[in-house]
Every structure is written in structure tokens, then in C-alpha cells.
């Protein structure tokens, strides 16, 4: 019992010992400053952010307090020891401490965290707060290369402010960040690790790049095949285009947004002080790749067009207070600042893409926004590294029903794009299948082939054509898929077997990761032939006897040179062709009546080509005339007289078949008196108006008597043979004669039968 007052006593002493002391400082590392020359060759010291910060007891490594830097380096721990102590502050490249924020870590590739340490602060009165002053960790090498492991770590912390602050917003990642240092061979990311060589510890752009890859594992998908790749290649794998160019994108935009300063990708030898460059660009310039950077299969390309989409007038860039493009720091989409927008569509569209390229970034935007999307602003925007996904002039022409009609020539067409989209505007769209058509004529020689835009011998696209040819039928004849330069499709050297329309037709069966694209066509003559064309037939004489015969004569021209035509006769109407060639002789039937007989010649060359058919005219006649019969006119019966007496019908000259000089004459008619022709197939003979009706009244014509009381009417015949034997009956009644008896006045006139023969 006696004991326990000493304890407590002893406890409360032990306890008034204890004593909470802060520790205040700043850490900085030891930065290598470059531009796009390369190293400039200052050192200057910057400050360590959000890194983990560890009081000690330097002589058993307990841990007095712990914490993180803020912004500038500087931190501020309370801590909690008993009497005089010797301290040092740790330093680790890891951000677990620093709350919510996405931890990153800096290790060696065996996993060991780089740390720096502060002096150590031997017999510190814990009673009192603790300065520790500025510590700068200094380079480390390896192989003479040299880095900063807190160097390293700040590249990921900006990479993650970005993305967990200001415009984007988005959580950390449940994954630990892990850069490697020093890597052996070149940089790479796997998962959320980036490996960086030895040789590119201190390259910014480098780290920003693979630290891109790992974003892009960590939060959308990446289908980057992987292997070698290098810039001004344009004509990588589309799925590597885009994942090393959405890498390099990122890290300049981390550079304009965070770092604040332009964005360039410089990767420097790590081992010299000055200069040392192995490779850069400007993003905002696309220099020194301006001239060559084109496409979705180049990954600068790729690069430069994406941060077209997220830099404005504000960047700090190469044109500062200016854009190269019309999306300024002021644009929305659909409420969304174009940070924002494009991180929707990262983490949405292009996430779920299976083949995912630069199509689906442009394809996802606008499934996302719509019409909302800015389109023309992306169109344009996209054009300056020749990226067209837009219809090409010719759609729509993708179905066999609306083909592009052409005439063959040896000049290439270009501006085409397999991209086709029926929205308007046109987005987003769909894999295309461009249509053309061609008049060709059989024994020609034809080429149809693609090529890259412009003949460019480095792809500066990602099509990859293929081709087919189908005849006039509309049935595939042939195909080819990489027949020309890479993955161009060429039909060569094809002969054409039948005179028509053809149709040719540009596709992709790559629809993985090449279904958009530009190309170059051209359908030219290896050789062509042309169709005969005749230029007069003629038949010599053009009026013949049925027994009796006509020559007939072709003149027809090639304008091959040399070729040597050949003529098919073709009797349409009957009879027959004698001889052959280019005079034959119309051997004609025999014919009943006069008949007109046609013939057809068609001129063909050696290789089949044939002309348009052309036809002339034969007359025949019976060798006997028209009709068996003899034709006649006789008249018959008595007139009715007028005022002058009776009029006389007269026919003038006989109707034969044919002929155009018979012609039926009235004389001695009251003048200017109305008069009927009355014209019957048979002989009626009826009392009429005090006379006689001859004729049947099958036809009246009403007429007009002349000042001199005359009817001429001419009757011009044919040589119809089924008129042969036709007998009529004519007679003129005069109308209203004051002399005439009867009810009606008419003076009549006598009737004539004609008979039409020959």
C-alpha cells in the first residue's frame, strides 16, 4: 500500500517531463534547368513538394513526428520526446503522408525509396522548438548519368495536381505510383509503374511522358501495341500512335497548366552539363516536325493535335496572348471546360474503345457532345496535321448504286477520305466504302490503285486499301489488298473483256484500327482501245425492183492505228447479204407491194471492241408494180343542173399505186358556193333533193366552190399493196344554187368509181 503513491509519483514526474517541440524547415533539390537547346547548365534548387517528412531520434531512428511539404518545400511537425535528444530530419521521395492525395513513390528498381536527410541536430533540449534550416538533396548519378530522385517525385506530383485539382477534379487512384530510377535501356511504363533510364532522370518531358502511360493505365484503357517507335515516323501502328502521342500530350499539357512554362518534349543526354540534345519538340510549333508530322499513324501528329485541343491564348507557349486555333480559354462544351470535356471523354469513349486509336477520341467527343462539340473548330483543328475525318467531295458515293463516275487518266485524285458520316455535321462516324465508275471498252488495258496522300513514301495516313473491280454486270471480277507501295491496294495490267460501265471500289478490311484513313486513287489506261465508229452507209441504188439487187458500202474509221475492222451485216426486214467486208450486195425478197427494207452493219476491231450500229434504207417494188390490177376511173350516172347547168366532175389521171399526180376535178359550179365531196365504198343510187345519191355517204367532206366555181382535189397514193383493188365512189353536191330544183338547192354532180391499181 505503502508503494503505490512513490509510482504515481514517479508516473507524474515521467509525464511533466514529456514535452511537445516543433520542428520547422524547408527541403529542396537540386534541379538540372534545360530548355528546348538542351541543358542550360544551372543547377538550380527548387522547392520539395508533398513529400513525407520524418523527425528522428538520430541514435535509435524513433520517430518523433511525421508530416509532408507543402508548396514550397517548407514543413512544420510537432513532435514529442523527453529531455535533450539528437535530431535529423528524414526526408522520403513518397507522398503517403500528405492526405488524400495520390501517393506516388521514387524508388531504385530493386524497390528501395530514395530519402535525404538534414544534419543531425545533436542534444536537442526537446523543451524548445527546432529550426532545421534549408536541406537541398543534392544529384545522384548512375553510370555518370545524372538525376533526382525528388526531381522524379515532383514530375508526379504536378501530373496529379492536374488531375486531382482545378480544372479535372478527379480522385486519386486506389494504386501507388511507382517511379523507377535508374532504369536500364529506355523508359517505359507498365501498369502504374514508369521506368526511367539512367539516361533520363532529369529529362521532364521524358518522366511527364511515361507517367502519361501510367495515367492512361490508371484511369481509361490503352491498347498500345508497344515496340520500337520514334518521331517523324508516320506510319506506326495507329493504337501506338496514339498511346506514345496521348503521352506525350499530357506532359506538355502538365508543363503549360502546372510547371508553367512551354511544352516541349527534350530528351537530353543525362551525362553532359551543356546542350547534349537527342531529341525534341515544340507542341505548339510541332517544330522541327512541321513539315512531317502528319496523320493518325504519327504519333507527334497525335500529340500536337490533342494539345491543340486543351492549350489557349493564355499558355505559356511560343505565341503567347494568341492561339493557332479558334478554341480560346473561354470555350465550353456542354458546361464543360475543354479540360474537363476531354477527360470525360478519356475516361469514357476512348476507355471502352477494343482498338483504340485518335478515331476514337475524335469519334468519342462527339458522341459525348453532339452538335455541342464544336465541330468546325475540331475540323479545322484536326486538318493542320492533315488528321481529315471529315466525308470526303465525293460522298455520298458508297453505295454500288451511286459510284463517282470518272474517265480514266494518268493523273492521281486526291482528297479522299475513308471516313463517311449521314449526321449532320457529319460526326461521328463510320467505316466508309467509296464507290467510282468508268466507261471502258473491251481489249482495254486498265491500272486502278491507291497510294498514300501525295505519294508520300512515309504513309502520313492510316488507310489501308483495298480494292475491287467489278464488270459491267456489276459482278467482282478481281481484288487486291496491299498490291502497291505498303499497305496501298493495285490492280495492274488488267484487261477489260466487255465494252460498259465498270465499277471500282475502295475499302478498309481493317476495321480494328484502320477503318478511317486518306488515299490517293487513280483508274488510268495501260492501254486503251477504242470502238470502231462508222461513219455513212449507203446503198447504191436506194430503189430497187424485187428482182433486181443494190450495193451496199460502209465507211468506218479506228483511231488505233493499224487495227483492221471487220463488218457484220444484218438484214432486219428479209432477204440476204452477198459477199462480205466493207461492200456487200441486198438481195431483197419478193414483195406484194412497195416495201422499205432495212439493213444493219456493226464494224468490230480485232480485240472486240464493236462500233453503235448503224442502218440504211432499201425501197422495193414489185417487178410487175404495185397491184396485180390496173387501176381506173370511170364516171357513171347524170348530174343535177344549177344556175350554170351541171356541174362536171372529171378524174385526172388514173390512181395508181403509187403516184402523186391523180386528182379528181369539178367545173362549171355556182362560184364560191358551199359544196360537200361525198366519197362511199359502195354505189347507194337513191333519189336525193330532186337528183341522185350515188355514193354511200360513208365520208363528207365540206368544201368551198373557187371565184371560177371549181374543186380541185389532188389525191396522192402510196404504194400500200393492201390497197390493190380498193374501189370508191365520188360525187360533189353544190350547196344553195338558186337554179337547182329541189328542197335544198344542190346541183349535183355525176359519180366516178376509181379503182386503185397499177
Excluded at 450495193?551 to 468506218?556: E, N, P, S, W
Aim: overall charge negative.
Amino acid at each position: 500500500m505503502t508503494r503505490l503513491p512513490t509510482l504515481l509519483a514517479l508516473l507524474l514526474l515521467c509525464a511533466s517531463a514529456a514535452a511537445n517541440f516543433t520542428v520547422t524547415g524547408r527541403f529542396e533539390y537540386e534541379d538540372k534547368a534545360w530548355t528546348y537547346n538542351g541543358w542550360s547548365g544551372s543547377d538550380p534548387s527548387r522547392p520539395v513538394r508533398r513529400a513525407d517528412v520524418y523527425v528522428l531520434n538520430a541514435a535509435n531512428d524513433a520517430v518523433l513526428g511525421s508530416g509532408s511539404t507543402d508548396q514550397d518545400g517548407d514543413f512544420s511537425i510537432v513532435c514529442a520526446s523527453v529531455g535533450v535528444v539528437d535530431v535529423v530530419v528524414r526526408l522520403d521521395a513518397d507522398t503517403d503522408l500528405d492526405g488524400s492525395f495520390q501517393r506516388i513513390r521514387v524508388t531504385t528498381e530493386s524497390n528501395v525509396e530514395y530519402s535525404a536527410f538534414s544534419p543531425v541536430f545533436a542534444a536537442h533540449d526537446t523543451s524548445t522548438d527546432l529550426d532545421a534550416g534549408t536541406t537541398t538533396a543534392l544529384k545522384i548519378t548512375s553510370g555518370g548519368a545524372e538525376a533526382n530522385a525528388f526531381n522524379l517525385l515532383d514530375m508526379g506530383v504536378s501530373m496529379w495536381e492536374y488531375v486531382t485539382q482545378g480544372d479535372i477534379v478527379e480522385s486519386a487512384s486506389g494504386q501507388t505510383v511507382r517511379l523507377y530510377w535508374p532504369g536500364s535501356g529506355g523508359s517505359f511504363a507498365s501498369g502504374a509503374g514508369a521506368h526511367i533510364s539512367s539516361d533520363d532522370g532529369y529529362d521532364d518531358a521524358v518522366i511527364l511522358h511515361e507517367l502519361g502511360h501510367v495515367l492512361q493505365n490508371l484511369y481509361s484503357d490503352s491498347d498500345n501495341p508497344g515496340g520500337t517507335h520514334f518521331f517523324g515516323d508516320s506510319d506506326q501502328d495507329p493504337r501506338l500512335s496514339f498511346g506514345e502521342g496521348y503521352a506525350t500530350f499530357v506532359g506538355g499539357v502538365i508543363q503549360i497548366e502546372e510547371i508553367v512554362r512551354q511544352a516541349l518534349y527534350v530528351d537530353a543526354n543525362g551525362s553532359a552539363q551543356n546542350g547534349g540534345v537527342q531529341l525534341r519538340l515544340r507542341l505548339e510549333t510541332v517544330e522541327p516536325y512541321a513539315n512531317d508530322a502528319k496523320g493518325t499513324a504519327d504519333e507527334v501528329a497525335v500529340a500536337c493535335t490533342l494539345f491543340d485541343l486543351i492549350d489557349s491564348e493564355l499558355s505559356t507557349d511560343q505565341s503567347t496572348g494568341v492561339d493557332d486555333d479558334t478554341i480560346d480559354s473561354t470555350a465550353t462544351i456542354a458546361g464543360k471546360n475543354r479540360h474537363q470535356a476531354f477527360w470525360d471523354v478519356f475516361r469514357g469513349p476512348i476507355a471502352s474503345a477494343p482498338n483504340l486509336t485518335l478515331n476514337d477520341a475524335w469519334d468519342g467527343w462527339f458522341e459525348l457532345y453532339g452538335s455541342g462539340g464544336l465541330h468546325a473548330d475540331l475540323v479545322d483543328l484536326y486538318h493542320d496535321r492533315q488528321v481529315e475525318f471529315v466525308n470526303d467531295t465525293s460522298e455520298p458515293n458508297d453505295t454500288i448504286a451511286t459510284p463517282l463516275p470518272i474517265v480514266p487518266a494518268d493523273a492521281w485524285v486526291g482528297g479522299m477520305t475513308l471516313y463517311a458520316s449521314d449526321a449532320v455535321p457529319p460526326v461521328p462516324g463510320s467505316g466508309d466504302r467509296d464507290w467510282f465508275s468508268a466507261p471502258l471498252v473491251v481489249g482495254s488495258v486498265i491500272d486502278f490503285e491507291t497510294r498514300y496522300p501525295g505519294g508520300a513514301s512515309d504513309a502520313d495516313t492510316q488507310a489501308d486499301t483495298y480494292l475491287d473491280v467489278f464488270d459491267p454486270s456489276d459482278t467482282k471480277v478481281v481484288e487486291d489488298d496491299d498490291g502497291g507501295t505498303g499497305r496501298n491496294g493495285a490492280i495492274t495490267g488488267f484487261a477489260i473483256d466487255q465494252t460498259g460501265t465498270w465499277k471500282f471500289r475502295v475499302r478498309t478490311l481493317n476495321t480494328t484500327s484502320r477503318r478511317y484513313g486518306k488515299y490517293d486513287y487513280r483508274i488510268r489506261y495501260a492501254f486503251q482501245n477504242f470502238a470502231p465508229v462508222v461513219a455513212s452507209v449507203t446503198a447504191t441504188p436506194s430503189s430497187i425492183a424485187d428482182d433486181e439487187t443494190t450495193t451496199l458500202d460502209v465507211m468506218a474509221s479506228d483511231a488505233n492505228v493499224g487495227q483492221v475492222l471487220s463488218y457484220a451485216w444484218t438484214p432486219l426486214d428479209g432477204g440476204s447479204i452477198l459477199g462480205g467486208g466493207a461492200s456487200v450486195t441486198f438481195d431483197p425478197p419478193l414483195v406484194g407491194g412497195g416495201t422499205t427494207f432495212h439493213v444493219q452493219v456493226v464494224a468490230t476491231d480485232p480485240l472486240g471492241a464493236t462500233s453503235a450500229p448503224v442502218q440504211v434504207a432499201i425501197d422495193v417494188d414489185p417487178a410487175g408494180g404495185v397491184c396485180l390490177n390496173g387501176a381506173s376511173a370511170t364516171p357513171g350516172g347524170v348530174g343535177k343542173p344549177g344556175l350554170l347547168g351541171v356541174p362536171l366532175l372529171t378524174p385526172v389521171n388514173l390512181p395508181v399505186l403509187p403516184s402523186g399526180d391523180f386528182a379528181l376535178h369539178m367545173t362549171g359550179a355556182l362560184p364560191s358556193a358551199p359544196t360537200y365531196i361525198v366519197l362511199g365504198l359502195g354505189l347507194l343510187a337513191a333519189p336525193f333533193d330532186a337528183g341522185t345519191l350515188y355514193p354511200t355517204p360513208d365520208v363528207i367532206v365540206p368544201v368551198t366552190t373557187t371565184p371560177s366555181g371549181e374543186v380541185f382535189l389532188p389525191l396522192p397514193l402510196g404504194a400500200d399493196p393492201g390497197a390493190c383493188g380498193l374501189s370508191l365512189y365520188w360525187q360533189f353536191m353544190v350547196l344553195g344554187d338558186p337554179g337547182a330544183a329541189g328542197a335544198k338547192k344542190t346541183a349535183q354532180t355525176r359519180y366516178v368509181q376509181t379503182i386503185l391499181g397499177s
